[in-house]
């Protein structure tokens, strides 16, 4: 089984896409991809990005899974995964509650 690959969304917006029966973040629209981290990326990825919305999901997904493309592209001197196209809610392995610690940091996925 492949190592799996991450993404940090709201609750609201997974409720949302269960009902929907797929994900599309809002990058997708803007960007035509979704953002996603490897395990070793998430906790700069959400002390980034996410420090300061609350009610955070951490979805763990399968890239074997992912129906849609998925290119590993740079940024910030990293190679990130993202996902070119709606994420299919069979290939999402887990929807985590996620926050951070009391010290303000974000853990690194299990």
Do not use: C, K, N
Not at 38 to 58: E, G, H, K, N, S
């Amino acid at each position: 089984m492949a190592e799996p690959i991450f993404h940090i969304t709201t609750a609201t917006e997974w409720r949302a896409a269960t009902e929907a029966g797929r994900y599309t973040a809002p990058s997708l629209d803007v960007e035509g991809f979704i953002h996603t981290s490897t395990a070793d990326q998430v906790p700069r990825t959400a002390a980034r990005f996410y420090a300061d919305i609350d009610d955070l999901v951490l979805l763990e997904i399968d890239p074997e899974s992912v129906t849609p493309e998925i290119r590993w592209e740079p940024s910030d001197g990293e190679l990130f995964p993202h996902i070119y196209g709606p994420l299919d809610l069979a290939a999402v392995r887990g929807a985590h509650p996620f926050g951070p610690a009391p010290d303000g940091s974000f853990p690194r996925p299990a």
